[in-house]
């Protein structure tokens, strides 16, 4: 079975702080997301990547990037954390080819920022 | 522009009712591809099925059932004799054949099963 990991369950940061969310899958997926999920906004795409090294912007980039230096791993960052970054952020993988691949999700990372 | 509607916030039905989850898209692609996942309590989305465009046919996996239907844009989702188990999240997904274009979601209903 695909295993996504996403380093940390709760987090709790303050405002301002760097925020590292990390995330690792273990069968190769060439492809991987960084969703976040709020109540009653459902699942917007901050940042893919479907190589390593190579990320793309998804719905809501703006006050985060990402790091795709090993092809098991990717990063979100949080440059300086905001209140309106609480939320639910969720990790995922897919095999080559976006078309038709499900996606394997990770447990998810709450975050507050206080 | 792609959109998954998913109209129920939240339904609440009692064990061994059955209950249909609504999922309406628009898409100007011809072929896409549209999927179900379920996020239980402990956060993790698990995949249900995934359909091409090109098949209509409805599915059936046990107690799920999908009713896929072209001409009205719709990919419901039926739960029969529905079960404590079966509360979750539920999310449509639509991804079309053009580009390299990741899973938009609908909003998700939220199922509770009562005992």
């Known amino acids: 079975d695909v295993k996504v990991t996403q380093s940390s369950r709760y987090l709790v940061k303050r405002t301002g702080e760097k925020v590292f969310l990390e995330c690792v899958q273990d069968m190769d997926h060439e492809n991987m997301f960084w969703y976040r999920q709020d109540p009653g906004l459902g699942l917007r795409l901050i940042y893919f990547s479907y190589d390593v090294k190579m990320k793309e912007k998804g719905d809501i980039p703006e006050g985060y990037s990402v790091s795709r230096e090993k092809k098991e791993r990717f990063s979100l960052i949080l440059e300086s954390a905001s209140t309106n970054q609480t939320s639910m952020y969720l990790c995922?993988?897919?095999?080559?080819?976006?078309?038709?691949?499900?996606?394997?999700f990770g447990n998810g990372t709450r975050l507050t920022v206080t | 522009a792609q959109k998954v509607t998913q109209a129920q916030t939240e339904i609440s039905v009692v064990e061994k009712e059955d209950v249909t989850l609504d999922c309406v898209y628009e898409?100007?692609?011809?072929?896409?591809?549209l999927f179900w996942y379920k996020q239980p309590p402990s956060g993790e989305l698990v995949f249900l099925i995934r359909r091409n465009s090109f098949d209509e046919q409805n599915e059936i996996s046990g107690r799920y059932s999908w009713n896929f239907q072209k001409s009205t844009s719709s990919f419901n989702f039926t739960i029969t004799a529905s079960q404590v188990v079966d509360s979750a999240v539920y999310f449509c997904a639509l991804t079309p054949n053009s580009g390299n274009t990741p899973l938009v979601f609908g909003k998700g209903t939220r199922l509770s099963v009562i005992a």
């Open positions: 995922a993988s897919s095999l080559e080819g976006l078309l038709d691949s499900p996606l394997h």
């Open positions: 898409t100007r692609d011809t072929t896409y591809y």
